[in-house]
């Protein structure tokens, strides 16, 4: 019996994890015109149109029957398999997940209580822990002990699209502009939490550095850096300004953009940090 895991599209992973997991796509629409998320558009695309349109575009969460594709191929096999999706707080896909898998045994539906890199750190946890040699509810029970463990912040370039988005109000959004301020954000009991503000990029990566060395790094497990937009130059200025965190630590960095979904509310110029914290 082999263990499948399944994400949904709001999900980023290293690509040298890509290949041991299967994705649910999720929906991003663009005036009249829907995409199928990592199907039809890619991150690439969605981030040329993001910085191209005036309106924000609107997402939509996967339904029980976008599971049953790759469900009906466990169905009647020995396989089993676990699913691990965006948060339940910000995200249906969780419900439509348990919903599409109400009457089968050997799937397990798991709320990762995260978003973007740092559900997908959880992802990569769980593919580790099968590899090992785990069998499911080991695997199981390894996520849930750990789940509580991840750690995700993020340095916003703009607090223009948290104001399209209906998150902030277009005065705070015009006074952040003018001051050049950058919001700092982090996931709360699965839900997106404001946890302070930087005047500049210096500040701000000197902000994002101390807290995660605050919060404490476990080298041990997976690490993963992302950025929104479609250049990375920010998130590498990040990485050598932060340099201490990471040198005689770990041997390389694993890097991802941010997926459409979360992209479209932190907009282009983001940098995130997603790791586990240390339990020393």
């Given amino acids: 019996m082999s263990i499948r895991i399944i994400t949904d599209s709001t999900i980023d992973i290293a690509d040298s994890y890509k290949e041991y997991v299967s994705v649910v796509p999720l929906h991003v629409r663009f005036g009249e015109t829907e995409y199928i998320d990592g199907v039809t558009i890619t991150k690439q695309e969605f981030y040329d149109k993001l910085i191209e349109t005036d309106e924000l575009p609107q997402t939509s969460q996967a339904v029980p029957a976008d599971f049953d594709p790759i469900f009906d191929e466990i169905r009647g096999t020995n396989d089993s398999a676990i699913v691990l999706t965006i948060s339940s707080a910000l995200s249906g896909t969780y419900q439509s997940a348990c919903i599409a898998s109400e009457d089968d045994d050997n799937i397990t539906v798991i709320d990762t209580l995260?978003?973007?890199?740092?559900?997908?750190?959880?992802?990569?946890?769980?593919?580790?822990?099968?590899?090992?040699?785990?069998?499911?509810?080991?695997?199981?029970?390894?996520?849930?002990?750990?789940?509580?463990?991840?750690?995700?912040?993020?340095?916003?370039?703009?607090?223009?699209?948290?104001?399209?988005?209906?998150?902030?109000?277009?005065?705070?959004?015009?006074?952040?502009?003018?001051?050049?301020?950058?919001?700092?954000?982090?996931?709360?009991?699965?839900?997106?939490?404001?946890?302070?503000?930087?005047r500049g990029s210096k500040q701000g990566n000197n902000?994002?550095?101390?807290?995660?060395?605050?919060?404490?790094?476990?080298?041990?497990?997976?690490?993963?850096?992302?950025?929104?937009?479609?250049?990375?130059?920010?998130?590498?200025?990040y990485i050598e300004d932060s340099k201490e965190l990471w040198e005689g630590k770990v041997a390389d960095l694993d890097i991802s953009q941010v997926c459409s979904v979360i992209g479209t509310h932190v907009g282009p110029g983001a940098i995130v940090v997603s790791f586990f914290k240390s339990r020393l």
Avoid: Q, W
Avoid at 124 to 143: F, L, P, Q, T
Avoid at 156 to 169: A, N, P, V, W
Avoid at 207 to 231: H, M, R, T, V
């Fill in 207 to 237: 902000f994002l550095k101390n807290k995660a060395a605050e919060s404490g790094i476990d080298y041990e497990l997976p690490i993963l850096l992302g950025y929104s937009g479609n250049s990375d130059l920010l998130l590498k200025k």
């Fill in 114 to 198: 995260n978003v973007a890199t740092g559900a997908g750190i959880l992802v990569e946890y769980a593919i580790d822990c099968v590899m090992s040699g785990m069998n499911h509810d080991e695997v199981v029970d390894a996520i849930m002990a750990k789940r509580d463990d991840v750690c995700i912040i993020a340095l916003l370039d703009t607090l223009e699209y948290l104001k399209m988005g209906g998150r902030i109000s277009a005065t705070a959004a015009l006074a952040g502009g003018l001051l050049n301020i950058k919001p700092v954000i982090t996931v709360k009991d699965g839900a997106i939490d404001l946890i302070g503000k930087a």
